[in-house]
Antibody
């Protein structure tokens, strides 16, 4: 059974940093492309970014609002995906989900972790 | 990249069929067969229900179907059931090597 468990969310001040983790199990993590999606309170889904498998180059792509501030990485030895978030803004407040990506869709999702950016 | 356009809400009675549209541009929906649909119940994570325009993942009811014409994709739910009441989101790959979601549609089963 595929399981994705996010952690690391919490309250942070504007301008601060936070690192989210996503622990994966039930599939071959090293072969998977992985994505982060966020959802502001009461709002819709927003794609944050994606990392390819190392076999496919391990490259990353980001949405414009987070490019240059957020970094996605992976540790295949730990079956864990990361989202390093720097220079956080109040508009980054959201539930952050990790998801597996196959072709053009996001197949399996974690339960999400809440990030609140507030002074 | 602007969000894809979905109706804010749709409704239908049990047993009826409804269709949710998702309109983009030739740089996203119209340019690629990478349109997917997600169902989200309150307080829960989204669930993939349609991939690659019209493919239904294993375990998803055949009451859900997807299609695309030009820059507009559509999700049809037939034989509406109370459990279908949820928010629905479309998503598409874009020419900017990013993904974009629709604003979401709240489905009410009357």
């Amino acid at each position: 059974e595929v399981q994705l468990v996010e952690s690391g969310g919490g309250l942070v001040k504007p301008g601060g940093s936070l690192r989210l983790s996503c622990a994966a199990s039930g599939f071959t993590f090293s072969n998977a492309w992985m994505t982060w999606v966020r959802q502001a309170p009461g709002k819709g889904l927003e794609w944050v970014g994606r990392i390819k498998s190392k076999t496919d180059g391990g490259t990353t792509d980001y949405a414009a609002p987070v490019k240059g501030r957020f970094t996605i990485s992976r540790d295949d030895s730990k079956n864990t995906l990361y989202l390093q978030m720097n220079s956080l803004k109040t508009e980054d407040t959201a539930v952050y989900y990790c998801a597996t990506q196959r072709s053009g869709s996001f197949d399996y999702w974690g339960q999400g972790t809440l990030v609140t950016v507030s002074s | 990249q602007s969000a894809l356009t979905q109706p804010a809400s749709v409704s239908g009675s049990p047993g009826q069929s409804i269709t949710i549209s998702c309109t983009g541009t030739s740089s996203d929906v119209g340019g690629y067969n990478y349109v997917s649909w997600y169902q989200q119940h309150p307080g829960k994570a989204p669930k993939l229900i349609i991939s690659d325009v019209s493919n239904r993942p294993s375990g998803v009811s055949n009451r859900f179907s997807g299609s695309k014409s030009g820059n507009t994709a559509s999700l049809t739910i037939s034989g509406l059931q109370a459990e279908d009441e949820a928010d629905y989101y479309c998503s598409s790959y874009t020419s900017s090597i990013t993904w974009v979601f629709g604003g979401g549609t709240k489905l009410t089963v009357l």
